[in-house]
Every structure is written in C-alpha cells, then in structure tokens.
C-alpha cells in the first residue's frame, strides 16, 4: 500500500472502529436508561386505570367469562398485552392468544403485601416489561392481579428519524474525516516523497534542484540535510571534474612538447650535437615544469587525508620575512616586474611551522608575480595590530571579479579571465588558505578588477 493510502488509513481507521461502537453504545443506553424506563411507566399507568375499572366488580375475578368480556370491552382501548390472574396466579383471561411472551411470573408474596411488580427483560432480540398490579378490596385481601406487558419497539423503528439523522451525522463525518485524512496525508506525503525523488535523482548521478525546505520542523530539516547532501556532492563533483580538466590540460601542453622533442631526436636531430644538447636541456625543462604540479597535488593529496600537522616554532617574523622573499625578488625583476617590500625588523615572533608558512606566503607571491604583467609591480609588507601580525602581497596585475573573489580559493578553480596567463592547476591558493586557516589566522582579499589584487595573510600573536 503506498504511503499516502497508509495515511488515509491511519486518519480514518480510529473513526471507521470508534462511531459503530459509540452507536452500539448509545443505543443500549437509549434502550435500557430511557425507552424501558418509559415503557414501564406507561405500562403502570394503565395497569393502575384497568385496576380501577374492576373497582365494584368482584365477578371478574371469579369468573373466567366475566373476565373475558371485560377484556374484550377493553380491547379497543389498550394495545399491551393485559392478562387478570387470580390472587393464587393462575391465568384468568388473557386479552391476546397464545403464550406469554414476556415470561414473567408474579411474586405472590410480595403481591399479597400490596406492592406492584415490573419486571423488565433485555435481551439482544427482544426487549419488554411486564407490570404485575394487585388488587386490592376494602378488606385489604388481594382479589386480583392485573398483568399488563409490552414489548419494547426497536428503537430503529420507534426512533428512525433519529436514527437516520445519527446516520448522516455518521456518514458527514466519516466523509469529512476521509477528505481531512487525505488532505493531511497529501501534506504529509509530498515533502517525503519529494525527497525521495531528489535522492533516488542524486543516487542516479543526476543533478537535483534545492528541494523547498517546508511543513513541519522534521520534514524542513529532512530536506534541509537533502539539499545540503546534494550541494556537497555537487561541489565534490565539480571539484573532480576541473580537476581532471586541469589535469588533462597541465599535462597535455608539456606532454605534446616532450612527444615533439622525441620525434625529432628520432628523425636524426641527435646527429647534430648542438640540436641535441638543446633539445634535451628544452625536455628537460619542461619536465621540471612539470614537478611543480604533481607537488601541488601530492600536498593536496595530504591535505585531504587529514595528517596536516604543523610543526610549530617560535619565529621572529622580522628576521624570517626578508631571506624568504630574496628568490621570489629575483624572479619578478627578472620578467620585467617592479618590486618593493618593506619588512619592518621590529615584527615581533609568531608562534608558526616555517616551511608550511614559506610556502603559503611563496604561492601567494608567486600569483603575485605570475598575473602581473611586465612593468606592474608587486609590494610585500608586514606589520603588527593590538593582537594580529599581517603579511600583505599586493600586485597591479588583472585583479579578480567580485564573484569570483571566494571561488579561487575553491580547489582546482581558475579564473576564465587569467587564460592569457599560465596558470597552474588551481590549487595554490587552496593551499595557502588551508596553512593560514591551520595556524588559526586568517587569508583576505582586497581586489579591484583592472587595479590588481591584495592578499593579506593575519596571523594571532
Ligand atoms: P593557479 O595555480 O591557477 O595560480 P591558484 O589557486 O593559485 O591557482 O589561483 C586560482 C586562480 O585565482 C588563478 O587561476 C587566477 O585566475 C586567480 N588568481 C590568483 N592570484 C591572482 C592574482 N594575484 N591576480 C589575479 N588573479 C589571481
């Protein structure tokens, strides 16, 4: 059964078992507390007027016949059943045929003493009371019984308006109970099944829009954690998926090179020294390009692995700074880039792992350099506040766009605007954030697109 009929189900089921039973239970009550009860009043009643018409009449109770004729007499004016019994109880005459239904039998005794009878009968298929009625003469003896019975009318009979008034009042509400079971069942059914859906999409490897977190608290955190689950894996996959585009263009640039290299070695280059020599220091160099990336991705390999641990020493950051930046002030006035630094001596010692931050710091100036173009300039400072010391990488190169300023510390993510540069595989900065975030400090960038950017790395004293 699908889950929506289960909820159907489950709203109706308590009203489909509790209205019979309540009906079953109202009608005994009905029965037993009120109609009986007002069956063997009324019963009385008339008993108490026939016994008032055999008032002066001493005959009837002494003579079948008589008693016969004055039943007949009264035929027309009750409907029960009337019976007159001698005071011994033995039957008189009887206003209607056959057996006594009722099946009640009088307590003389009791009779004798001048107290009246009912005697009421409940079965499942017949209900009735019967009224013994003693009479009484002057002289105080009992000279008769009248015993007046009658059944009790179903109630279904003597009631059916009401009856069926309980009815549609039954079946309004088992329809309307039917139309809320549904309602709520479709409510409840939607955001499950709409989760369903978005999991059995992600399981199939297809892409799934957020589902709408809604309804009550369970499900919007349900869909909650599905949309959550689903961006996860969708970064996940992103991320795979430029790293392989990366990758296939990193290596396929130098490999090509290699290939070519290769073919004209074989074509007879390695004849002629000097091409030879040449070739191979070209080789060579592209594979020392090459190293480079596979660090990147052997660090990133680590990193994903979890063991990033630090080794932390106490350094005093104004005698660490200046040699570390030495190679990197080379290779800027080397292509052509302007560099200033100013490196206070006073920076006080930070608590850090040297190498780890060396690299940090170095892909940073590294971009620096690599995305500004000969004649730019790249400025390293530093200095100290109230409770952070600061390393700032500034450069004049081709800035980063407003959307794009979280998404390049994504790993893999290159910017489409920097192709004209050779980047890397989109991991340097990914890297350096994780050192800086691992030291507790934090990376920001201050770019503005056409101006260049600045990288500040903080760092808690
Ligand atoms: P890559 O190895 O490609 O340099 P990074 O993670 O170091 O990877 O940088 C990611 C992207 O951020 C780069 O591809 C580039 O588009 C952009 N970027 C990084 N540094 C700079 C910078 N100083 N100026 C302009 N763009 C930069």
Redo the contacts with the bound molecule.
Sequence with gaps: MSLRGRFILSHILPVLLIMPLLGVVLIYLLETQVLLQSLSNNLTQQAVIIGALTNGRPDIWSNDEEASAFLTQLRNQVQSDVVLLAPSGDELAASQDGPDEANATPDIQSLTNGRRQVVITYQLDEQSATIFLPVIDVNNQLVGIVQVSDELQSVANSFSPLARFVLLVMGTGLLLSVLIGLLLAVRLEKPIDAVATAVSDIANGRRISAIPETGSRETKEMAHSVNVLAARLQELEDTRQRLLANMVHELARPLGALKAAVNVLREGASDDPALRAELLEGMDNTISHMEPLLEDLARLHGQILGNLTFNLQEIPLGEWLPPLLLPWRAAAQEKGVIWHSDLPASLPAVCLDPDRMAQAVG?LVS??I??TAVGGSVTVLAGESANEVWIEVA?T????DQDEQER?FEPF???NR?RRFP????????IAKEIVVGHNGRLSLDSTPGRG?TFTIYLPK
Excluded: E, F, W
């Design positions: 892909n971009n620096a690599k995305y450069d190169g081709p800035g980063i390049i993510y290159r910017s920097q980047q890397g595989l989109g991991l340097g900065l990914t950017s």
